[in-house]
């Protein structure tokens, strides 16, 4: 799997290079071959008018003089040009209206002046140039004829130089150009190819660092973290790979400790339990004092039951299985029921409670059962944790805007300040001297979550001895039909 994504990106790379490499040198070659084209023409017409310039001068010679000069000096320079380029040159007089041909053997050729040699004959009078091709057909048609100007005091058009080279010998290969830029391209393609495999590997690199680390955290080492730097992309999947190790390793201890608590918090009551009723086994309890030890066992039971619930309602609403079912209720009725509920405990710690709610129902839009969950823990923990001379507990409920604020408050040893910010955790247990054997510590972290589902916030400050439990639901329209969905849960 490593090779092959190794090869098909270095085959991708090197797929890339050559499609590049070969557009190059076909795009190179073929300007390369016009401008060389172009050039040589251009050389070939520079002969043409070498020749004219020859003839210019020769205008000045004196008739013998020109006559024997002409045809040393032209004759040679004539078959030099045809030597090198294989280009026939004519020259042609404009003689008193009258078109006289020579051709590189000083010999009057047959006036040929069709329409069309007549037409770029007065053309070339004008004093510019021509270049067309078959123009003379009995030369063949794959003949370009060039003409240029004879001029005589120069200005004054009195001939015409015209060369005619075959088209084949003006055509530049495409195989001599090629063999120019193929060694060029030879040597990028082979520079790119040690490049692209090293650019390859370094591609694969990260892939195999993250392979690598995911490899470790399937093993069960969370530790490993991934390091790859400046690789774009993947260096944002190596850095969410690293938080989702970190958040994995926080789970991994949370489910640990999590396991821990519970079987702590289970084998207390369990040895209690085993240890009085093999004590009452074996006679170590005589029958008078079993109805006391046996209520022991039946509380250590009720707690292990209580206990059990917590951890299946915990579990429940961690994994969303709880659904809430909305409706509108009195929080004022609530709250008055946890009282009465309350209030045999109430009365044995002699606590004096302040019920700071309206006459009228402040109704609430939420799920009244698990309210009601939340608002009997804290209530418990207020009754548990006040062992003060004069406790108090107040209730208070009030509109806030669209909600409803619901304070618990209760005076008492206040949570430490280093505590407060984990009262909401499972199993955790503040100041466990005082608190030791008193609860599990789950019941705040229930309260916490049924306050998330219902999409609120529960919050606790404590101070100057005196904690308060605080959390808002969306007040509600009274419900239309009393009784139907607008009571407090049975509690
Ligand atoms: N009203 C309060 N006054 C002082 N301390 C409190 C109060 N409410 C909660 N605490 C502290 O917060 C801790 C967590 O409370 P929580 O209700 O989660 O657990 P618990 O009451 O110990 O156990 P459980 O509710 O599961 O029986 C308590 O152990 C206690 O130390
Ligand atoms: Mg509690």
Redesign the pocket.
């Known amino acids: 799997m490593k090779r092959s994504l190794f090869w098909r990106t270095y085959g991708v790379l090197l797929a890339a290079l050559l499609i590049t490499i070969a557009i190059f040198t076909g795009v190179l070659a073929a300007s390369r071959r016009q401008g060389l084209q172009d050039s040589y023409e251009a050389e070939v017409r520079m002969q043409a008018r070498e020749v004219a310039e020859y003839m210019a001068n020769l205008q000045s010679l004196s008739y013998v003089q020109r006559n024997t000069t002409m045809r040393y000096v032209l004759l040679s320079k004539i078959k030099e040009i045809y030597r090198k380029y294989n280009a026939d040159i004519w020259i042609v007089s404009y003689d008193s209206g009258t078109v006289q041909y020579l051709d590189s053997s000083w010999k009057t050729i047959e006036s040929i002046a069709t329409d069309a040699v007549k037409e770029q004959l007065s053309i070339i009078q004008t004093g510019q140039e021509i270049r067309k091709e078959g123009l003379f057909p009995e030369l063949g048609d794959q003949i370009v004829t060039i003409g240029v100007p004879w001029l005589y005091d120069e200005d004054y058009v009195v001939g015409a130089v015209l060369l005619h080279i075959p088209m084949k010998d003006l055509h530049i290969g495409i195989r001599s150009v090629l063999r120019q830029i193929l060694p060029m391209a030879a040597l990028s393609l082979a520079l790119g190819t040690v490049l692209a495999f090293f650019l390859a590997r370094s591609q694969i690199r990260p892939i195999k660092e993250i392979t690598g680390a995911v490899r470790e955290f399937s093993k069960g080492d969370l530790t490993r973290r991934v390091n790859v730097r400046g690789a774009g992309e993947l260096e944002e999947l190596g850095d969410s790979i690293n938080r989702m190790a970190e958040e994995l390793s926080r789970l991994e201890d949370s489910r640990r400790s999590f396991v821990a608590n519970v079987s702590h918090e289970l084998r207390s009551p369990l040895t209690c339990m085993r240890g009085y009723v093999q004590a009452m086994q074996d006679g170590t309890i005589g029958a008078e004092d079993m109805p006391r030890y046996l209520g022991i066992v039946m509380d250590e039971t009720n707690r292990l039951t209580?206990?059990v619930c917590?951890l299946l309602d915990l579990s429940r609403l961690e994994s969303g299985k709880f659904p809430l079912t909305l409706a509108p209720f009195d929080m004022n009725e609530l709250l008055r029921r946890n009282l009465i509920n309350f209030e045999p405990r109430i009365d044995e710690k002699h606590i004096e409670v302040a019920a700071e709610l309206g006459d009228a129902p402040l109704y609430v839009m939420a799920d009244a059962n698990r309210i009601n969950q939340v608002v009997s823990?804290?209530i418990?923990?207020?009754i548990?944790?006040?062992n003060g001379p004069a406790n108090r507990l107040t209730l208070r409920a009030e509109a806030a805007g669209k909600d409803v604020r619901v304070t618990i408050l209760?005076n008492?040893?206040?949570?430490a300040q280093k505590?407060l910010p984990y009262?909401?955790e499972r199993f955790?247990?503040?100041?466990?001297a005082?608190?030791a054997g008193?609860?599990?510590?789950?019941?705040?972290?229930?309260?916490q979550r049924i306050m998330k589902q219902h999409g609120s916030l529960i919050t606790?400050r404590?101070g100057g001895g005196e904690?308060a439990?605080e959390f808002t639901l969306p007040a509600a329209e009274a419900p239309s039909a009393p009784g139907s969905a607008g009571t407090a849960p049975e509690t």
């Open positions: 209580d206990l917590d823990n804290i418990d923990n207020a548990k944790f006040m209760n008492g040893e206040d949570i505590d009262i909401f955790y247990k503040a100041d466990k005082h608190t008193q609860g599990t510590g789950l019941g705040l972290s229930i309260c606790c404590s904690t439990f």
